[in-house]
């Protein structure tokens, strides 16, 4: 399965309790922090609820190794 890389490039802070809890539940603790995660629909919702608030790259190194 595909996965993407997401990157906290702005503060949640100022922002509803639901951006911040989808942040942390995303695993981005502080920013500039970058996580990998699957590419599935769950994943994509919540990248859109705070798509303001992070950068997603496809992670591709894994795919030219093989």
Sequence with gaps: MAKI???LVKSPIGYA???RDTVKRLGLT???RTVEHEDNESIRGMLHK???LVK???STEGAAAR
């Design 5 to 7: 890389k997401v990157t």
């Design 17 to 19: 309790h639901d951006q």
């Design 30 to 32: 502080k920013m500039w």
């Design 50 to 52: 705070v798509r303001h």
């Design 56 to 58: 997603v790259e496809d």
